[in-house]
């Protein structure tokens, strides 16, 4: 598929989840949890009640909590086909039947550029507020925690699709540029 099309007939484009980055990200959750888990039982079995520091404690537990939901959540996304992607002549928008970001129609979105040395493409909208009331609940508060200092970015992320992040970028700020409102 070429970034450039050189026709104005918009051809939907779907992206599924990529596989290989699920699997190596479960990898790693699951050492970090393992880790975290071990940590705080190395902790508990080798000290007395009066020993028990509390610091390391909290943070391995708080980090294997957090990592375990993020395995869950995570495991829950793949078996309900997420994340998923679609670029039409209306916009970017979300498929799933769960979790769904929503959609954002071209107009809504000012820019469209990449993170550097990141798998993350930014979409600079106008009203933050408004495309994240249409988000589901659990999906927009990832996208607070993912962007919550940036006011006017919504980040998608690639490392779980099936599609890296030039390509992904070059597909948007073509089809911005050619449907879109492009503004500074």
């Not at 007395?48 to 509390?54: L, N, R, S």
């Not at 309900?80 to 799933?96: A, H, N, Y």
């Not at 970001?101 to 493409?121: N, T």
Request: net charge positive.
């Amino acid at each position: 598929m070429s970034d450039t099309p050189d026709t104005k007939d918009f051809p939907e484009i779907n992206i599924g989840p990529s596989g290989s980055k699920f699997a190596t990200t479960m990898l790693f959750m699951a050492a970090m949890t393992g880790g975290a888990y071990w940590v705080v039982f190395r902790i508990l079995t080798g000290t007395t009640g009066q020993d028990v520091t509390a610091l390391p404690l909290v943070i391995c537990g708080v980090g294997g909590v957090v990592a375990t939901i993020w395995i869950l959540l995570g495991l829950h996304a793949r078996a309900c086909g997420q994340p998923r992607l679609r670029i039409d002549e209306t916009g970017i928008s979300d498929p799933s039947d769960r979790f769904s970001m929503g959609s954002i129609s071209w107009d809504e979105i000012r820019d469209v550029r990449g993170m550097p040395h990141k798998q993350v493409v930014w979409v600079l909208v106008d009203d933050k507020k408004a495309i994240m009331a249409r988000m589901h609940p659990l999906r927009r508060a990832i996208v607070w925690f993912d962007s919550a200092f940036a006011r006017n970015i919504i980040k998608l992320n690639t490392w779980r699709l099936d599609i890296n992040r030039d390509h992904l970028l070059g597909i948007l700020a073509h089809y911005h540029r050619q449907f879109g409102n492009p503004r500074p």
